[in-house]
């Protein structure tokens, strides 16, 4: 039959001769390749937390809640994203903006808490799909380690983008 | 031998000792960092500046683990194991010549702890001591594992020594004598035995591998096959010294080797230099540790290139090639010296 790709080749399987049954050429040779890696090849290591491999530009981190122009939280609490989730990982509890709290919250109704749990986010950015508002964007760092499931459960104080200058 | 003799001898014993723990400890260390470098990493590097500190880190984990002795052991026979392990693995740098005489004041001082006229044979006598820690401890963990790595351990050491010990005495043809120091005096300035032995020397070389049970032949701890080893059922200290006791071994393995054919102590020009007799002798001591060095390098160069043999494989190649090969070498060896005489 004519193979797919005519790249076939058909191999013969000759007998060792006495110099590969001898093993010893074979093992110099082979340790020539590894002292070759062990003088001129350089590690190809990254030192994580020191240094760190660039992201691609599309990269999904840590999520961050936006603010407007005037430094205003962006988020209005609409439970989109929680809905969009797959994982369920976003839990939110709503609240009415009180007068004089307009330089704070850009809409009538904030997310009072606004909870992400880490270890069940897959990262897939439907949330940030789902938002209308513009107000969640997954464009932060890798997620960092932690001793306790408590601690993995991001609230207000880690995700809000940090205030504007004033 | 007076009192000063004995104090001195004393002092040498714990300098030498103190030197194999330490250079046990940074072989482990040093293992690690050549192997990264053989394989494209960077290796430990987070103790200290370059992992200098990552040995004391490492011993540090393995005395404060929790120590498990199964139940099912012979409890006695499970501590004795390793003890014999790491002590065989200890006295066999008794007879190494470490350098010639320094003389201090009207002191005249030996760098050899002994010379014994049979020290070829105390080293091989230690050496399959040294079997004994491995099997003790396999077949007292009560685990088949172990059971089977310490087989493997104690049916490789027998086959590899009778190569090895056939290595030798073609050796022992040339230079007349089982004393250590004077194979290594015979081997002045270029006169290193390597040169009218080596074939003795392969033959040597690859049995010191399986005698130090390092890859490509570490059957006994295979752990795609066997979990551990004969050390599966080992943790905490104890599993420490069987460790340990493998680097010291391949210290003492690379210092027999140094000694034996590549001139010990002795370095090109040694005498040509023109220097006092004071410093000669620790230049000797460099140039051996060098020598020894590169062998613990060449040990590791070596694992870290060449697979594991099969079982079958390697007492395949001890059996039906590296003891014909002996033979061979000595009556090679026999044939040239007597047309030579």
Known sequence: ????????????????????????????????????????????????????REFSENFRGMHSLKRD?????????????????PAEAITMISAERKPGEENLYREEKYAAVYEINMLRCIFCGLCEEACPKEAIYLDGDIVPSDYLRKDFIYGKDKLVEAPLNQ | MGTTDIIVKLILIVVIFLISLVIA????????????FFQDRLGPSRAGPFGILQPVADGTKMFLKEEIIPANSSKFLFIVGPSLAIMTACIGSA????????????????????????????????????????MIGGWASNNKYSLLGAIRAASQNISYEIAMGLSIIALLMTTGTLSLKEIAAQQHGWHWNVVYQPLGFLIFIICAFAETNRSPFDLPECETELVGGYHTEYSSMKLGFYLFAEYINMFISSAVMATLYFGGYNFPFMHS??????????????????KIFFFIFFFMWVRWTIPRFRYDQLMDLGWKTLIPLAIANIVLTGIVMTLLK
């Open chain 1, 69 to 85: 122009e005037h430094g205003r939280e962006r988020c209005t609490a609409c439970g989109l994203c929680a809905l969009s989730c």
């Open chain 1, 1 to 52: 039959m004519e193979a797919l790709s005519n790249k076939r080749k058909v191999l013969e399987a000759k007998p060792l001769n006495f110099w590969e049954r001898a093993y010893l050429p074979a093992i110099v040779k082979g340790m020539g390749i590894t002292l070759k890696h062990f003088l001129f090849t350089k590690a190809v290591t990254i030192s994580y937390p020191e240094q760190k």
């Open chain 2, 95 to 134: 007879v190494i010549p470490w350098g010639q005489t320094l003389q201090i004041g009207t002191y005249v001082l030996d760098l050899q702890v002994t010379d014994i006229n049979v020290g070829i044979l105390y080293i091989f006598g230690v050496v399959s001591l040294g079997v004994y820690g491995v």
């Open chain 2, 25 to 36: 400890m940074y072989s482990t260390y040093a293992e690690r960092k050549i192997a990264a």
């Open chain 2, 273 to 290: 230099l023109g220097l006092s007799s004071n410093w000669v002798t620790i230049l000797g001591v460099i140039a051996l540790f060098a």
